[in-house]
Nanobody
Framework: QVQIVESGGGLVQPGGSLRLSCAAS????????MAWYRQAPGNQRERVAHQANGESPNYSDSVKGRFTISRDNAKNTVYLQMNSRKPEDTAGYYC??????????????WGQGTQVTVSS
């Protein structure tokens, strides 16, 4: 089993920056891909950033040019640097990991989310 924990959410003003972290913990696993999703109340969850091993990151059009996803594979951690924050970025942000459990197979894990609010 793998646990996904997000951190770094909070309140920022429009135009401000915030960095989210997502750490995976457990035994005998390898992360093949990690992604960030967000979901505002009443809205569907959308993927905003994704990066698989050995591939370039990709972003949704709504965040492209403002958000940057990066990974520290040694720490099983993924980051989301969010610049030029807009009010519409307000949402719960969720980390998703595509994980290989050694000897078992591929599994998909979700964190519980961290709230980001963009407001003056």
């Amino acid at each position: 089993q793998v646990q996904i924990v997000e951190s770094g959410g909070g309140l920022v003003q429009p135009g401000g920056s915030l960095r989210l972290s997502c750490a995976a913990s457990g035994n005998s696993f390898t992360i093949n891909a990690m992604a960030w999703y967000r979901q505002a109340p009443g809205n569907q969850r959308e993927r905003v950033a994704h990066q698989a091993n050995g591939e370039s990151p990709n972003y949704s059009d709504s965040v492209k040019g403002r958000f940057t996803i990066s990974r520290d594979n040694a720490k099983n951690t993924v980051y989301l640097q969010m610049n030029s924050r807009k009010p519409e970025d307000t949402a719960g942000y969720y980390c998703n990991a595509d994980v290989l459990l050694h000897g078992l197979g591929m599994y998909d894990y979700w964190g519980q989310g961290t709230q980001v609010t963009v407001s003056s």
